[in-house]
């Protein structure tokens, strides 16, 4: 007991060590795209080492299943190691190196997750997954192979499936929950020292406010400026703080519910200060996701579990009225020129190429032409920008990934982890209004593909009458 009890609390430390590296890479101009990959090939090799000593009884086939995981990690990771300098794929078999890599990708989900024991759910994910990975990385032929255009399909493959097929199934939901709420309460609490010192330097962190606005909403104006902490924008603190604000909430209430006053205290003051750091960080899209999630997760515990399919169907739309209100003038809410972002992606759609996209480059640069000025912003949306990227074929793998995993989920209201439901509802939403997406390496891809991977292999509920 007290053996496992060490390895949990070292695979837990791994973890959290694994989410400050992907923080770095999201906040210093620092690449550290493969090295991200490397760490997430060691978690689904420990994953696939568990997996193989809980699944097979006698010995020789534990070994054999072990050294199978440890021989498509090693041979992922020489791939992984090739694309750290330019390169990758060249000559004339650089066609069979684009191959070779979505071959082991897929392999290594596969392998290392156990695939005997999948259900037809996470088949489905299995199949989505790999058309995106596919498509991306055959869209990698027309970049120099000396460019990182070539490449980083390879690594944000890594990533993406070791969220959806890796993380899930090795740090407990309760554990990533905790994790998630103590590092965005750290971020914030570094931003907030700013009010008191002002700007300062922390590491290789730059830890400061945006000053160009202050953070309101309707009927409080606290006359400060926006906070961004160690992030170079203040959506990226928001991104973080809505994330740590629902795990926190939750944790309180099953601490509270649970009669454990000390942990109950402690997810209280987790709350309290990521809640802060999002109202100061004044982004909006992450303060409607936290108050999307927090309200799916109150109405089920106040109602019970028949009000989860009516709480999130009910936030979606009641999502869609106030964007319909915005469109039209009734909500006094800007937009920020998404509509106009939104509009230009739409064409850019239709009059590209149709099925597979106008390939893994920056999506500004397709939908430029369609904009007036000389600007080329970002779809802000997650979803077009996948559309966009890689045509309908790969944009609607997206949102049977997303969608898909959200609805199965909320059919199956008896048995879901409520929690992990409203934050993977929060994440979804919160794409409407960003261009990240789940095929990444950024601090809200991670988060956000765990999301849908906890709702595809998380713990289920005993089915309730």
């Not at 000593?53 to 190691?81: D, K, N, P, W």
């Not at 156990?114 to 990385?137: E, H, I, K, P, S």
């Not at 032929?141 to 690594?155: D, G, H, K, N, T």
């Not at 972002?341 to 939908?367: E, K, N, Y």
Request: net charge positive; hydrophobic share 55%.
């Amino acid at each position: 007991m007290a053996g496992n009890r060490i390895v949990d609390g070292a695979v837990y430390g791994l973890f959290g060590l694994f989410l400050a590296l992907v923080v770095v890479a999201h906040t210093t101009d620092t690449v550290l795209a493969w090295q991200l990959s490397v760490a997430a090939i060691v978690l689904g090799v420990i994953l696939g080492a568990r997996l193989a000593v809980a699944t097979y009884r006698e010995s020789q086939h534990r070994q054999a299943a072990f050294l199978s995981v440890l021989g498509i990690a090693f041979a992922l990771f020489g791939l992984v190691y090739q694309t750290s300098s330019p390169g990758f794929g060249f000559g004339p078999n650089r066609a069979f190196a684009i191959g070779l890599a979505f071959a082991l990708t897929v392999s290594y989900v596969l392998v290392v997750g156990d695939a005997r024991r999948f259900t037809a759910r996470q088949w489905a994910a299995v199949g989505c997954f790999a058309v995106l990975t596919g498509l991306y990385l055959a869209h990698t032929l027309a970049f120099v192979p000396s460019s990182s255009q070539s490449r980083w399909p390879i690594w944000a493959a890594v990533l993406m499936g070791s969220g959806l097929f890796v993380i899930p199934r090795l740090v407990p939901e309760r554990a990533f929950l905790w994790l998630l709420a103590q590092l965005a309460a750290l971020v914030v609490l570094a931003g907030l020292a700013t009010y008191a010192v002002g700007e300062y330097s922390l590491w290789i962190f730059e830890v400061g406010q945006y000053p160009a606005s202050s953070p309101s909403v309707p009927g409080v104006d606290p006359d400060v400026s926006t906070l961004r902490s160690i992030f170079p924008n203040p959506n990226g603190l928001g991104l973080v703080a809505f994330g740590g604000f629902v795990a926190a909430v939750v944790e309180f209430h099953r601490t509270a519910a649970a009669r454990r006053p000390l942990g109950a205290t402690a997810a209280g003051v987790l709350a309290a200060v990521c809640g802060l750091g999002l109202f100061l960080s004044n982004a909006r899209a992450a303060m409607l996701a936290a108050a999307v999630a927090v309200g799916i997760y109150g109405a089920s515990v106040a109602v019970g579990r028949r009000a989860v399919p009516i709480a999130v169907v009910g936030s979606v739309l009641a999502v869609a009225g106030v964007l319909a209100g915005m469109a039209v003038g009734a909500v006094d809410v800007t937009a920020s020129g998404r509509f106009e972002l939104w509009t230009a992606s739409l064409r850019a759609i239709a009059d590209g190429p149709l099925l597979f996209g106008h390939g893994s480059g920056p999506p500004s640069v397709a939908i430029e032409p369609y904009l007036a000025g000389d600007a080329a912003p970002t779809p802000h949306n997650s979803y077009l920008a996948v559309f966009v990227q890689t045509g309908l074929v790969g944009g609607f793998a997206y949102v049977g990934l997303v969608a898909g995993s959200v609805a199965a989920a909320t059919l199956d209201y008896r048995r879901v982890d409520v929690a992990m439901l409203a934050l993977a509802v929060g994440w979804a939403i919160h794409q409407f209004f960003e261009s990240y997406t789940l095929f990444d390496w950024s601090i809200g891809a991670v988060l956000a593909t765990a999301a849908i991977g906890y709702l595809l292999f998380g713990r289920r509920a005993e089915p309730t009458r």
